[in-house]
């Protein structure tokens, strides 16, 4: 087939495209004759793609037809976000990097740190880069680790609870199977001794009027169940349940309601049935938050769910980064804001992005009654301080409404001071989320 010549668009409801041959012929819908077809749908009509041999010359012509479909109102817009709690082995194993940090921040403020881990059963791997002057630190890794996992609530009793480690784990018997670390690199080191960032990268914020912790009502939703259920349900050593928990939210833009509620909790095996799971969770959940009443429910959808932690599976750190973030309002830049000091921009413009949405909102406000949500998008450069700003408002059907964009030079320390980032707060903003001070309301 030849390469095309030109589009042409004869009327609105046909659209034909033509080779170079002159003599290819156009055939008008429904008078095709024998064609080869090849059909794709979509939302405002049907594309219909033929070919058909030329009588004069034997070659092949290609006809696009786009035949119009009158658009219907949408009956539902459905958006879909989940959570996950301090127990999900990918947030204990961020929880522990963070528990580290913590403790060499109260002995040199100006760690520097990006220290990953991964955890599997009792056994934790930490690789990456340490530059501090914390003495004999790594003398109590060890230690801290299970500290973390204590704190996290996998302790001996919670262990016992369940029937051993057969199912879970508990801060005694965690082991560090492969410490991996090493300074930061003196190249990287030159560009952040100047002020300048740690890494390139992009930054998302958003911050959004649809719940009154600005985000988007199933996120909003998602993360109180999990938090409800993990406070008080899972860490009570008098009830069968346990602390890695799920939860998933499913809401309807158009009804403004919810639709559907999926959770996964485990249980303590032939203390509790499924069915009586079920009923419980269920129960809990709709007295706890009315407006779930209507929504459809799915407990734990396996059946059963009692192996749990890093024994059911391994958990890594930065691996929950929707979850982190905004649910379904997130845009990811890539890098995970946990395990990592004040000079890291995963962490410290990811915070300044969701600040510069809500600046954004309320100084538009005014202007644009009908603003729903802003979004703002930052990058910057390895070594440099300038940061580049697009920030965007929204109505509530998801129109542009305004859009600006700067760049401006932003300090690492002027960020690191502005958000309190040399003190040991990250165990807890794992814990309650990265914008739990003072950025959700």
């Not at 009154?212 to 009570?236: F, H, R, S």
């Not at 939860?247 to 919810?258: G, M, N, R, W």
């Amino acid at each position: 087939m030849k390469p095309w010549k030109s589009w042409e668009q004869p009327n609105s409801e046909r659209l034909c495209l033509t080779s170079r041959k002159k003599d290819t012929e156009s055939i008008p819908y429904g008078r095709r004759g024998k064609t080869d077809m090849e059909t794709m749908s979509g939302t405002n009509g049907t594309l219909h793609i033929e070919t058909k041999k030329s009588k004069e010359t034997s070659s092949k012509g290609l006809q696009v037809v786009f035949i119009k479909k009158e658009r219907k109102k949408m009956s539902q817009k459905l958006r879909t976000s989940e959570y996950v709690t301090l127990g999900h082995p990918d947030k204990v194993a961020d929880y522990i990097s963070e528990y580290i940090l913590d403790h060499l921040l109260v002995a040199d403020p100006d760690t520097r740190y990006a220290l990953e881990c991964q955890i599997k059963d009792e056994f934790v791997c930490l690789a990456g880069e340490v530059t501090t002057k914390a003495r004999n630190w790594k003398e109590n890794l060890l230690t801290w680790c299970r500290e973390a996992v204590d704190r996290i609530g996998y302790t001996e009793e919670y262990q016992k609870k369940f029937g051993g480690d057969k199912y879970t784990i508990c801060g005694k018997q965690i082991t560090i199977a492969i410490p991996n670390i090493s300074a930061q690199s003196p190249d990287i080191a030159t560009g952040v001794n100047k002020q300048g960032w740690g890494d390139q990268g992009i930054f998302f914020g958003t911050w959004n009027s649809e719940s009154q912790e600005w985000y988007t009502k199933d996120y909003a939703m998602a993360k109180k169940i999990g938090k409800y259920l993990y406070d008080n349900v899972g860490k009570d050593p008098a009830q069968p349940y346990g602390i890695d928990i799920k939860t998933q939210v499913t809401y309807d833009e158009l009804e403004k309601k919810i639709v559907k509620v999926v959770v996964s909790i485990p249980s303590v095996e032939g203390k509790i049935t499924h069915k009586e799971v079920q009923t419980q969770i269920k129960k809990i959940i709709k007295k706890q938050f009315p407006e779930t009443k209507d929504a459809k429910f799915v407990i734990n959808g396996t059946g059963e769910y009692h192996i749990h932690g890093p024994v059911g599976d391994s958990g890594t750190t930065g691996r929950k980064l929707v979850v982190d973030f905004y649910g379904s309002g997130s845009r990811i830049g890539g890098g995970s804001p946990w395990t990592k000091d004040g000079t890291k921009a995963d962490l410290s413009l990811n915070m300044f992005a969701r600040e510069l949405a809500r600046l954004a909102f309320f100084h538009w406000k005014e202007e644009m009654p009908n603003i729903s949500r802003v979004d703002t998008e930052l990058s910057c450069c390895i070594g440099k301080q300038e940061v580049l700003c697009i920030t965007t408002a929204y109505d509530d059907e998801g129109i542009p409404l305004h859009q600006t964009a700067d760049e401006r030079k932003v300090p690492t320390d002027f960020l690191i001071n502005r958000y309190g980032l040399k003190t040991p707060k990250f165990a807890r903003l794992c814990e309650e989320g990265l914008f739990s001070d003072g950025l959700e309301g």
